[in-house]
């Protein structure tokens, strides 16, 4: 394990240790988590117009979740796969930004 | 020596060679759920139409005791064959040979036959499933790799090329799968990086596995670096087969014709656009009610699905078509797809295959991430395309056409050859809430009920400018169609447009935003 490198960071390689100048663009970075499928997120910032779903619901994919106004246009977000659902963030009225926690959903255990 | 012997020895040379790696290798590939190199050619190419060449060559490593080794075929089978009878080049990597990897005469091979291809003006498949350089040849490897980029630079808009990842890809030769035109990967099978988990667990010290760094959903989704994604091989040659039956096999010869045929939707084209402008529906199902047979080969699928790209027939004849999809994202226009639909508009204008456009977006995705990633410098590609875009180029305004999303979606400012839109295009600068607030600002202000008055003016803005009759009245737009005369339309216009020759200012090439 190393740590992150700072402002004239050392950059760890295969070959060895640089003493080098790190970049905008990766000072900017961060590690990359795998997105979580269970976590619905707002793709686009907008109006919560209408909550659908309920907590605890059991729904199947492609059922309708909850219709948010963005870019002149009602998106409605939908069940990705079987399952259920565990919470909703969202509340109507109410703006949400870009990657926002919207629902919170949990697979079918497959019987 | 009687005559049958050297026909014996031919023959036992050959069944040497077909075994590759031998038996054991052989086994090991298909424990890992994969075709052996000659297995999947078979499977791609028309029955009895390989013909296989090079199949003696062997390596000229000399380091690391390397003579003792015989590697058949160097770890590498090409030739030439049909797909429904039009001929093309293939290549396919021996992964039970040495883990497929590329020394100096297994690349001395694909650029052979990339030159073949070349010369003779067909397709080139490449079926990649490598380990990678062999360490063993040294820079011999590099400059194999070397020589086989440059051919594809050079081979990019003369002739298809498509690269199919049936294995691992990583280091320096994912580059030859990215100059070429077409990425077919199929899950669990396509790995695709620069750096695998071992050299970023040393670097970072960040732990991950290689379907995370670049399996085949992650290039299907994640970083456009696949047009084509399958569930398994065979899915996977089904779509090779279909591209190519589409493709002009070379930009001076069209694209195969076939026998039109009426479109079979399963939608009347009238019922699905929904009057309320806030609803989405599926853009491809208007495309479905427009091309023959209702066939719409999509490409890119599932990566920025917010632009739909694909293939389709008009008449006998092959058409590229951009649409947006106002299912997702409400058809914006962001960094991801602008890439997505500049390539394609490209490739289409290289090889002379006519370009239809289907419009229905609100505009760019606003936010500080998009400016942050460039969406200016990737917005402006898709600008550069459609201008510099030299074939028919003709677009239908279903719904939504605003700002600079107008602009850009081939526009008659682009020199689209024909501007078509349905009654329900709403062709404005801005969308009329925003637009309201700012060109009757005094007005609201002023006014004993904002609120009121910000909604009349709102309604007043809508029922003057959203609507294509204003475009139309300036001869922006060439025609209000009804949507059941779409069809006719576009035919009639692709028809008019066939010889069509534009003159430019004499340049080497333009400086596109790359």
Not at chain 1, 14 to 21: A, F, L, R, W
Not at chain 1, 56 to 61: E, I, V
Request: aromatic share 8%.
């Amino acid at each position: 394990m190393i740590d992150k490198p700072d402002e004239h960071g050392k950059l760890r390689t295969i070959e060895g240790v640089y003493d080098t100048i790190i970049t905008e663009g990766w000072k900017a970075s961060r590690a990359w988590r795998p997105p979580n499928p269970n976590h619905l997120l707002a793709a686009i910032p907008g109006t919560v117009l209408q909550i659908i779903a309920e907590v605890g619901q059991t729904l199947k994919a492609g059922d309708p979740l909850l219709t948010l106004e963005a870019m002149k246009m009602e998106n409605c977000i939908i069940m990705p796969f079987d399952g259920t659902i565990v919470a909703i963030r969202a509340e109507e009225g109410k703006l949400v930004k870009n990657k926002q926690l919207l629902v919170e959903i949990a697979p079918q255990d497959p019987m | 020596m009687s005559f049958k012997k050297f026909i014996l020895d031919l023959r036992n040379r050959k069944k040497a060679a077909e075994k590759g790696g031998g038996d054991k290798a052989q086994a090991k590939q298909k424990a890992m759920g994969k075709l052996n190199a000659r297995e999947r050619i078979i499977a791609i190419l028309d029955d009895n139409s390989f013909r296989e060449y090079d199949m003696f060559v062997e390596h000229v490593a000399r380091d690391f005791d390397m003579e003792k080794k015989k590697l058949q075929g160097d770890g590498v089978i090409i030739g030439t064959g049909t797909i429904n009878g039009a001929p093309v080049c293939i290549y396919a990597q021996d992964f039970t040979v040495a883990g497929g990897s590329l020394g100096l005469m297994h690349s001395r091979k694909i650029c052979k036959i990339m030159d073949h291809a070349l010369k003779i003006r067909v397709p080139i498949i490449g079926i990649n499933d490598s380990g990678g350089a062999r360490i063993q040849e040294g820079v011999n490897s590099l400059a194999g790799y070397g020589e086989i980029f440059y051919r594809n630079t050079m081979a990019s808009g003369v002739i298809p090329q498509l690269s199919v990842i049936l294995g691992p890809c990583a280091g320096g030769a994912v580059y030859s799968p990215a100059l070429t035109d077409f990425v077919f990967v199929v899950e669990n099978i396509s790995k695709m990086f620069i750096t695998g988990p071992s050299v970023i667990k040393t670097v970072l010290g960040e732990d991950y596995t290689m379907e995370e760094i670049g399996g085949a959903k992650i290039h299907a989704q994640v970083t456009g670096n696949a047009h084509f994604y399958a569930q398994n091989e065979l899915e996977c040659f089904e779509q090779i087969k279909k591209l190519v039956t589409l493709l002009p096999r070379n930009n001076q010869k069209g694209s195969p014709h076939i026998a039109p045929c009426e479109p079979k939707p399963s939608k009347d084209i009238e019922e699905i656009v929904p009057s309320n402008p806030k609803l989405p529906y599926d853009i491809r199902d208007v495309i479905g009610a427009v091309v023959d047979s209702s066939d719409f080969f999509e490409v890119m699928e599932h990566f920025a699905p917010n632009i739909v790209i694909g293939f389709g027939r008009m008449k006998g004849e092959t058409v590229g078509i951009v649409a947006n999809q106002p299912k997702v994202l409400a058809g914006v226009l962001d960094c991801d797809s602008s890439d997505k639909a500049a390539r394609f508009i490209r490739y289409c204008d290289s090889f002379g295959i006519p370009l239809l456009v289907f419009e229905d977006m609100p505009g760019y995705l606003p936010g500080i991430d998009q400016e942050h990633m460039g969406v200016i410098r990737h917005g402006a590609k898709v600008l550069y395309a459609f201008s510099e875009a030299s074939v028919p180029k003709i677009t239908v305004i279903i719904r939504k056409a605003y700002g600079g999303g107008y602009i850009a979606m081939n526009s008659r400012h682009m020199r689209a050859d024909f501007v078509f839109a349905w009654p329900t295009a709403e062709i404005a600068v801005m969308g009329p809430e925003g637009a309201a607030n700012i060109v009757f600002r005094r007005e609201i202000e002023d006014s004993v009920d904002p609120e009121a008055m910000r909604a009349e003016k709102i309604a007043e803005y809508r029922e003057k400018f959203a609507n294509p009759y204003v475009a139309a009245s300036k001869g922006y737009v060439d025609e209000v169609i009804e949507p059941t005369e779409t069809r006719d339309r576009l035919i009639h216009a692709l028809q008019v447009s066939r010889d069509k020759q534009v003159y430019w200012p004499e340049k080497k090439h333009g400086v596109p935003p790359f």
